[in-house]
């Protein structure tokens, strides 16, 4: 197009600086990398507003920080799919990393742009759920004893009787496969349990307080619940439908904590499940670059927290933070590799 | 700005004012991108082939999609079913390929283009025969698209053959020249540049600027609107093969995020939205400035959700521009 008026010309003008200052106005905002500390981390996330993966990203920042040793944590956070995070892996490359922590959308998927970090030096550590490139480690928490852990409990509860409602996370996703896994193994052993009904809450809290609540209202009777993590708005049902509480498993997730010690007739453990992985996957790193040497795989054991134990009880209460949010995760570290403050993690800053 | 017989008068006979009125909004595009080019390449403490690989890669894919949505939009239309249709030829051809050689994979993947541009015809014919508009049949189809690709493939998986990858991941002669952005640039001229002065290619201009007056001078518009739409099926097919060899996996969820994208990248690209307007070569450059912006984010280490406030803004203030131009040439 031809701009005809001096007017239109200059609006022209100015929109293509505009543009440009825009970009680069934002980009100056981060600060310039110092360069006689040391690495530069990068985290790459592909799902975004869930409160757990936040989390996630702020302990790799809180251990980043911790260490002392990091200039820089550059974040890669975007909803998508194995494409966008081979891009996001690429760019994080080039940004500079010396170490990146994942969070893969497949175990597979990335093994073609591993192998290229690698070629290039860059340690990567895949944390919450493991990758199959045989260049990367990784760090995870053990999602079949997670499932086994968990429904044991549920199970001896229920003295080896009753119906039960298996409460998974999203189809198809590891994570998911894995507890369901542990689940059967569980379930094996106690042939007098049955299992009535089962749902796929892709992790919402609402979602599965809904389906409970259709549960409940549909007559059919449960003696006891296992959760993928939905868990304290399976409790907000029970009491919003006016049944009887029944032995309910869940995560370490804070309101659920709240719940375990102030709800009247409660029976329930917390099965962890920590968000603070990443700080894990972040001091790993951390030592590879030292040329430390670490396992290839972490694998966190879940820890049970049940509200009727002195010591479920002094967990619960130690791990409760009143100020967090209900979705919090509460294992605020993950020893000996996190090394942070509670206050680092919370402020979510890094270096 | 003007219509398909006006464009064929410029060619007889060159106006230099005309030329800068019918490109500028391209030429504009272009130089955006060069800036953001030359800012890009001082950003990482080593920036060389490899950089530009990435860029080729996380490019390639939304650039297809950017074709397949200007094609329709030039003709009068818009295509939401791009991103879906993008996730079922990405789900068929990475659930099939995995276990077949090269040779096979790419007849498979011809193959598939076919079915994509058939899919998108059958799109287009269902518009015209049942009058309904673009946008409540093309949503209709986006649902469909994406029901069939997540029965086909539920969870991401599958996979192509090494050789297959290095066609979305690889290099020509050199590793300054990646193999997508060729592809890219021979996909253009094999499938859009014989067309685009030629009747079908006229055709859809003349019907996305006026369906009445393009009617009255005997163009077929029911045939044209159908091509455009098949057209439009055979880019998104090319989308999705590019994203079987750039992410060498089938993902049922992928296309989703080149829904809205693609109409950006066209939007942005200079294809105006009540058609007729526009070509392909601006929404390539345009697929190429989005994917940069967000790029260079990252490179500085700046929370990415201001991407896409970036994105958003750079739209607006583009369209804005346009508008005022077009609105300042209507009153002098």
């Not at chain 1, 920042?61 to 194995?82: E, F, M």
């Not at chain 2, 079915?115 to 998108?120: E, F, V, Y």
């Not at chain 2, 287009?124 to 673009?134: A, M």
């Not at chain 2, 698209?145 to 297959?164: C, D, H, V």
Request: hydrophobic share 50%; charged share 15%; aromatic share 8%.
């Amino acid at each position: 197009m031809k701009f005809r008026s001096r007017g239109a010309r200059w609006v022209a003008l100015l929109v293509a600086l505009s543009a440009v200052a825009v970009v680069a106005g934002i980009t100056a905002t981060a600060s310039p990398a110092k360069k006689q500390a040391s690495y530069v981390i990068g985290v790459s996330n592909t799902l975004v507003g869930n409160g757990w993966r936040e989390e996630m990203i702020c302990s790799v920042k809180a251990q980043a920080l911790a260490s002392g040793k990091v200039t820089s944590v550059k974040v890669a956070n975007r909803n998508g799919g194995p494409a966008e995070q081979n891009a996001d892996l690429r760019n994080l490359i080039s940004a500079g990393a010396n170490a990146i922590v994942v969070n893969p959308s497949s175990p597979s998927a990335l093994n073609a742009v591993i192998a290229q970090a690698a070629s290039r030096g860059v340690k990567v550590v895949s944390v919450d759920q493991r990758v199959t490139a045989p260049e990367a480690y990784n760090a995870t928490n053990d999602q079949v004893a997670y499932g086994q852990l968990g429904a044991t409990w549920l199970f001896k509860q229920l003295k080896g009787k009753g119906n039960v409602v298996e409460m998974r996370g999203i189809a198809g996703v590891p994570a998911d496969t894995d507890r369901h896994t542990g689940f059967q193994q569980a379930l094996k052993k106690y042939p007098g349990i049955k299992v009535v009904k089962q749902t796929f809450t892709g992790w919402q809290f609402a979602t599965g307080g809904k389906q409970i609540l259709d549960i409940l209202n549909s007559g059919v009777k449960v003696d006891g619940v296992w959760t993928s993590g939905i868990d304290y708005t399976i409790v907000n049902a029970f009491r919003t439908a006016h049944k009887k509480l029944v032995p309910i498993v869940g995560a370490d997730n804070n309101q659920f904590l709240k719940q375990l010690m102030t709800v009247k007739g409660l029976r329930g453990v917390a099965v962890t499940n920590p968000a603070t992985i990443g700080g894990v996957g972040t001091a790993m790193a951390i030592k590879l670059l030292d040329k430390q040497s670490v396992p290839k795989w972490v694998k966190l054991k879940p820890q049970v927290w049940d509200n009727a134990t002195a010591a479920g009880k002094k967990a619960i209460k130690a791990n409760y933070s009143p100020s967090r949010p209900p979705t919090y995760s509460a294992r605020l570290q993950v020893k000996p590799w996190t090394t942070y403050t509670s206050k680092q993690l919370f402020s979510c800053k890094g270096p | 700005m003007s219509t398909a017989a006006a464009g064929v008068a410029a060619r007889v006979r060159p106006n230099p004012a005309r030329l800068a009125r019918r490109h500028g909004w391209t030429v504009g595009v272009y130089v955006l991108l060069l800036v953001l080019l030359l800012y890009w390449q001082t950003i990482p403490a080593n920036w060389g082939s490899f950089d530009v690989q990435s860029l080729a890669i996380d490019a390639l894919p939304l650039a297809f999609a950017a074709m397949a949505q200007s094609v329709v939009i030039i003709s009068g239309g818009i295509d939401l079913s791009v991103g879906s249709l993008i996730s079922l030829i990405n789900v068929l051809s990475a659930k099939y390929m995995i276990d077949m050689s090269f040779r096979n994979a790419l007849l498979f993947g011809l193959l598939l283009l076919v079915g994509s541009a058939a899919a998108g015809a059958f799109t287009g014919t269902l518009i015209v025969l049942s009058r309904v508009p673009d946008i409540v049949v093309t949503l209709a189809m986006l649902f469909v698209w994406a029901g069939l690709a997540l029965e086909i493939l539920q969870i991401p998986g599958g996979g192509a053959p090494q050789s297959y990858l290095q066609l979305g991941t690889g290099h020509w002669w050199s590793p300054w020249i990646p193999s997508g952005l060729m592809i890219l640039l021979l996909a253009f001229a094999i499938f859009w540049l014989p067309l685009r002065w030629a009747r079908p290619g006229l055709a859809l201009y003349s019907v996305g600027s006026n369906r009445n007056a393009a009617y009255l001078s005997g163009v077929g518009v029911a045939r044209t609107r159908i091509f455009a739409y098949a057209l439009g099926g055979l880019f998104a097919g090319l989308a999705g093969l590019a994203l079987s060899a750039t992410s060498g996996i089938g993902d049922p969820n992928a296309g989703q995020y080149y829904t809205l994208n693609s109409v950006a990248a066209a939007v942005l690209g200079g294809v105006a939205l009540v058609g007729g307007v526009g070509g392909l070569i601006g929404p390539i450059a345009a697929a190429f400035v989005v994917t940069l912006v967000k790029t260079i984010l990252i490179l500085k280490g700046v929370d990415q959700n201001w991407a896409q406030v970036i994105q958003g803004t750079l739209i607006i203030v583009v369209v804005m521009i346009g508008g005022l131009a077009i609105r300042q040439r209507a009153r002098t």
